[in-house]
């Protein structure tokens, strides 16, 4: 008899629902009835008996538990971190591996699946669990069974399947804090003897958590919901088909990032610094937006700098900026918001087909969508700095410059100052047609402060199928024998910056392009350029088409040679093919005003006249940076089309295929009924992908490859009387990880090894009938383990104080200009050199734009180097024979390099703790359960650079509630607390590039919340 091992019912590795003793051979066997049974090898096995790290939470853990949400999961698990992303991702990591690679052409390292089938870019994650039977958590590459492969472990969501043996339904009601408000409920109906319904759903309506000063409200609320339906039919005994549709929405102010943080530079060269992350605004001057529309930048390119709206050295917009030193707490003039829905429709048979064979075949189809849009800078412009500026342009569009049409600048104004220079401020807002303000159908939002603001969306569709043969017969030998095909597509994925100050570079930039190009207007038979502006007037990074196409072919053999010792053997080939068609637009081509798509330019293929000097054409867009974009011919008119040109694509293709073969061996060995060791060896894979088009165009791999490890683990399960223990030791040795670092406002994809290794500790422990106690702890070691040279975007000079730090102010980029002989003082005559000889006309022809010597960054900074404006192209064409006077210099068009071997992987904390305690105290025939939970998660660093500012510090967690059970838990009601002491830690950070002013986006634990649940089951 195995009644140890099944004492505690409901039992998972480090969530539990406790039971009472078994005090006869009876309630032994009523308790085996009630063993968590786990499908991690593809077949329902107890779980003890599985020789995988797993946990898995049933219905009554998950409750006792108050793990409600994915973030919630996280807290209770060994060596398991999650955390929203930058965008409209998340990341949930499994010992030190989650989603570091960040694009649409990557594959997710841990594989999230619902009943056995793959999902594709889920909203899982973003809802409430309900009417779930069981979540399992597979910790470690799972090389042969599930979907499309995973390097770091899998989620498994099993959703409850209709009942035939009875009408059944439970209901329940919440209210918490923030006024929040959540209904969950539950009907089975059997339909004959073959057929039952069940149908779920949940709605939840809360406040926002974070508080607006700027009008007052109250933002990063949520309203969601979601409902499923299931049928399940059982024609026969031999025969069971599922069918499940599942639907969530969410549509609210919820916002992606909680905060930013920075260390401001008064240089303005970094926007932030690289010392702290203090609770400062970037200093705006360093982006995009600042080095384009200030003085200096008009001066060196021949416009009047009395159209700037500021300038390099002088206070930016965000200059005595506050920003509140509590997570909770923004300033921002722009309201998020947040829409989500998610389609999931499954199906499946089972079929025993007679002498111990049997056949599922499985399909899955789902379709997401997703919008978002924030404050980009989580903050509120001062516009006073603009307004000389803005007074020049409402002058020059009235005709009161001398030398400047009116025609040429009154549509600027039309579009952007409405008012007068003093009235509402319009910026375009996200048109795919990519006109925004400047369109026929005036797309934009007019306020009195400037606004800036980002929006990412993805519409995706997948579907795949599976069949599965599996034996189960009585020798020593069976086999499980299976097949999955997929295909994925992403319609639409954008992620767009917009901002006032780039519709008034683009409007301001493209029209100084058309007059200047007035004079060719002499030639007979030319057409001149009509006021326009530089499409698009906001930053757009599009996917315009993901195709997916993979399948695998997978294998495994199971020799028991007695009753103690069994040998698993498995093998999996997997295919994965990817077309990915993209582009970014920013300031690429004139765009006359007033159209309405801006790909109907005549200017997308250029202009050339015939005739004509070189310096009037106009180059055609290009996306794809791979091939050189030339103009091979010109015409009298100048308008070209694509015979005229050569090498420029309007997207970027590509194509890449990746096909490797995984599996993994286990012995394991049940010493006695109650304990069972076992080691393991596997082989996991992710495949590669293609990174997107920068803008502009920086030397970075066009695509990263596929990333594999070699994981081997041991560990041993144990039930010692009334203690059930649980131990893991492993060892990953990874090729290829992947990782992601922002580079031009874009995800830029590397390959690095690395090394990680950890132990795991899970016990249950129950010394009453009434006391029930679990414990987990976990430790993890992750380390580079290659040399791998990459430019950390805080520090361009890496650390050298014979470097120069420069912000080039014809894009908003950083590079940087080193000694070849260690002399810092060569270095910075060398920058200053250059600047005087910008200064004088000699490099661009337009003298004036007074560009400054270089200057030390503040104490403590944490840079070492000295900083300047300038401009890279420049430094680079004159480094050769202006550099070699001061003793040689390099320029590093994307930083300096620095040898991240060694560095910690981000998000993998080094410790993690929990523990749970519950006592049942009976109330008559009723039930009361006190119970608290403590989670302890160690430090850990937000990105493979590491030091102090991306360090990641140690945080805890602390949940109680008390239940009142009815008799035969007919009913219940709960008072509960999460998050008892209101830590604001932070789970996450992304550092943006320096062309956005290098600052941190936080990602936070939710604040305290408490409230009262009640429900009733029948």
């Given at each position: 008899m195995r009644g140890k091992l099944t004492l505690l019912a409901g039992v998972?590795?480090?969530?539990?629902?406790?039971?009472?003793?078994?005090?006869?051979?009876?309630?032994?066997?009523?308790?085996d009835a009630n063993v968590i049974i786990v499908t991690a090898q593809r077949s329902n096995q107890r779980l003890q008996d599985v020789p995988i790290a797993v946990s898995a939470f049933n219905t009554e853990a998950l409750e006792k538990q108050q793990i409600k949400n994915t973030s919630d999961l996280q807290l209770t698990l060994p060596n398991v971190t999650f955390t929203k992303g930058n965008f409209t991702g998340s990341s949930f990591t499994i010992r030190g591996i989650g989603d570091l690679c960040v694009g649409v052409t990557c594959d997710s390292a841990t594989a999230i699946h619902m009943n056995d089938a793959p999902l594709y870019a889920t909203r899982l994650f973003e809802g409430e669990f309900y009417d779930l039977a069981q979540?399992?958590?597979?910790?470690?590459?799972?090389?042969?069974?599930?979907?499309?492969?995973?390097?770091?472990?899998?989620?498994?969501?099993?959703?409850?399947?209709?009942?035939?043996?009875?009408?059944?339904?439970?209901?329940?009601?919440?209210?918490?804090?923030?006024?929040?408000f959540k209904l969950k409920g539950m009907v089975n109906a059997p339909i004959g003897d073959t057929v039952a319904v069940r149908l779920a759903g949940f709605y939840l309506n809360r406040e926002g958590y974070t508080t607006n000063l700027f009008d007052n409200s109250k933002i990063d609320d949520r309203d969601l919901w979601g409902a499923r339906a299931s049928i399940r039919f059982e024609p026969s005994t031999s025969t069971t088909i599922d069918l499940m549709a599942q639907y969530f929405h969410e549509k609210d102010n919820r916002m992606r990032i909680q905060k930013q943080l920075c260390q401001r530079d008064p240089t303005g060269v970094l926007g932030c610094l690289n010392a702290t992350r203090d609770y400062g605004t970037t200093n705006s001057n360093t982006s995009f937006v600042g080095v384009l529309t200030s003085r200096e930048f008009l001066a060196a390119n021949g416009i009047p700098n009395i159209f700037g709206l500021g300038s390099l050295y002088g206070p930016d917009p965000y200059a005595g900026v506050v920003n509140p030193a509590d997570p909770r707490v923004v300033n921002t003039d722009y309201k998020p918001t947040y829409f989500a829905e998610e389609w999931i429709v499954q199906g499946s048979i089972d079929q025993d087909l007679g002498n111990g064979l049997k056949v599922k075949v499985s399909g899955n189809w789902q379709q997401t969508?997703?919008?978002?849009?924030?404050?980009?800078?989580?903050?509120?412009?001062?516009?006073?700095?603009?307004?000389?500026?803005?007074?020049?342009?409402?002058?020059?569009?009235?005709?009161g410059i001398p030398g400047l049409p009116a025609s040429y600048f009154a549509p600027i104004a039309a579009a952007l100052i409405p008012n007068g220079p003093t009235g509402v401020l319009c910026t375009s807002l996200t048109d795919p047609s990519g006109m925004g303000a400047y369109g026929a159908n005036r797309q934009r939002l007019c306020s009195m402060t400037p606004q800036d603001f980002d929006r990412s969306n993805q519409d995706t569709e997948s579907w795949s199928a599976e069949m599965i043969l599996?034996?189960?017969?009585?020798?020593?030998?069976?086999?499980?024998?299976?097949?999955?095909?997929?295909?994925?597509?992403?319609s639409e994925n954008s992620y767009y910056v917009n901002s006032f100050g780039i519709d008034y570079l683009t409007g301001l930039l493209g029209t100084f392009n058309a007059l200047g190009r007035a004079g060719v207007g002499a030639i007979p038979g030319a057409q001149v350029p009509p006021p326009g502006f530089l499409g698009?007037?906001?930053?757009?990074?599009?996917?315009?088409?993901?195709?997916?196409?993979?399948?695998?072919?997978?294998?495994?053999?199971?020799?028991?040679?007695?009753?103690?010792?069994?040998?698993?053997?498995?093998?999996?080939?997997?295919?994965?093919?990817?077309?990915?068609?993209?582009?970014?637009?920013?300031?690429?081509?004139?765009v006359p005003f007033g159209g309405t798509d801006m790909f109907a330019s005549p200017y997308l293929y250029g202009w050339?006249?015939?005739?004509?000097?070189?310096?009037?054409?106009?180059?055609?867009?290009?996306?794809?940076?791979?091939?050189?974009?030339?103009?091979?011919?010109?015409?009298?008119?100048?308008?070209?089309t694509s015979a005229n040109i050569s090498g420029c694509e309007p997207f970027q293709v590509r194509n890449v295929k990746f096909s490797q073969w995984t599996g993994r061996a286990v012995l394991d060995y049940q010493i006695t009924p109650d304990n069972l060791v076992y080691a393991s060896v596997s082989r996991g894979y992710k495949s590669g992908g293609v990174n997107p088009p920068l803008s502009p165009v920086f030397a970075v791999p066009e695509g990263f490859g596929p990333e594999t490890v070699w994981a081997f683990e041991v560990g041993s399960k144990n039930t010692f009387g009334n203690?059930?223990?649980?131990?893991?030791?492993?060892?990953?040795?990874?090729?290829?990880?992947?990782?992601?670092?922002?580079?031009?406002?874009?995800?830029?994809?590397?390959?690095?090894?690395?090394?990680?290794?950890?132990?795991?500790?899970?016990?249950?422990?129950?010394?009453?009938?009434?006391?029930?106690?679990?414990?987990?702890?976990?430790?993890?070691?992750?380390?580079?383990?290659?040399?791998?040279?990459?430019?950390?975007?805080?520090?361009?000079?890496?650390?050298?104080?014979?470097?120069?730090?420069?912000?080039?102010?014809?894009?908003?980029?950083?590079?940087?200009?080193?000694?070849?002989?260690?002399?810092?003082?060569?270095v910075n005559g060398f920058v200053n050199q250059v600047n005087a000889l910008i200064n004088s006309g000699a490099v661009t022809g337009n003298a004036g734009a007074n560009l400054q010597p270089t200057t030390a960054f503040p104490s403590g900074s944490g840079i070492n180097s000295t900083g300047a404006f300038s401009i890279c192209a420049a430094l680079a064409g004159l480094a050769p024979t202006v550099g070699a006077g001061f003793g040689g210099v390099t320029v590093y068009s994307s930083g300096i390099p620095v040898n991240i071997k060694g560095n910690k992987l981000p998000g993998a904390p080094d410790y993690k703790f929990s523990a749970g305690v519950q006592y049942d105290i009976p109330v008559g025939d009723m039930t009361l359960t006190p119970r608290a939970d403590f989670i302890y998660t160690g430090k850990s660093y937000g990105n493979i650079f590491n030091g102090n500012i991306n360090r990641i510090d140690s945080y805890t967690q602390v949940n109680a509630q008390l239940q009142l059970d009815g008799p035969d838990k007919k009913w219940f009601a709960r008072v509960w607390v999460q998050n008892l002491f209101d830590k604001d830690a932070i789970t996450g950070l992304y550092v943006t590039d320096q062309s956005s002013g290098n600052y941190t986006n936080i990602f936070t634990l939710e604040p305290r919340r408490f409230g009262l649940t009640a429900g009733i089951k029948f």
């Open positions: 998972c590795a480090s969530a539990i629902a406790f039971p009472a003793f078994a005090q006869s051979a009876q309630g032994a066997e009523e308790d979540i399992e958590v597979l910790r470690g590459p799972q090389g042969t069974l599930f979907g499309r492969n995973a390097t770091s472990g899998v989620v498994n969501f099993r959703t409850a399947r209709p009942d035939l043996s009875g009408m059944a339904g439970n209901f329940e009601a919440e209210y918490g804090n923030y006024n929040s969508k997703v919008d978002s849009s924030q404050d980009y800078n989580n903050s509120v412009q001062n516009r006073a700095g603009m307004q000389a500026g803005l007074n020049s342009l409402a002058a020059a569009a009235a005709g599996s034996s189960d017969w009585d020798g020593m030998f069976n086999f499980l024998l299976g097949g999955i095909y997929g295909k994925g597509g992403m698009t007037p906001f930053y757009r990074n599009n996917s315009d088409q993901l195709d997916i196409k993979t399948y695998g072919i997978f294998g495994e053999a199971y020799f028991k040679f007695n009753d103690q010792l069994k040998l698993t053997l498995g093998a999996r080939y997997n295919n994965d093919n990817k077309t990915i068609t993209a582009r970014t637009t920013l300031a690429n081509f004139l050339a006249v015939t005739g004509a000097p070189t310096s009037s054409r106009l180059q055609p867009y290009d996306a794809d940076p791979a091939t050189a974009c030339t103009i091979n011919s010109t015409t009298a008119s100048g308008i070209l203690v059930q223990l649980n131990l893991t030791g492993f060892y990953y040795k990874y090729n290829d990880l992947q990782l992601s670092r922002i580079v031009a406002r874009t995800s830029v994809n590397d390959n690095v090894s690395a090394n990680v290794w950890g132990l795991e500790a899970e016990a249950i422990f129950r010394p009453t009938r009434e006391l029930a106690i679990n414990m987990n702890a976990s430790y993890l070691n992750t380390k580079v383990s290659e040399d791998k040279f990459l430019s950390n975007p805080r520090d361009f000079g890496a650390g050298r104080a014979d470097a120069v730090i420069i912000k080039d102010i014809t894009n908003g980029a950083n590079c940087a200009v080193a000694s070849n002989t260690g002399s810092a003082t060569g």
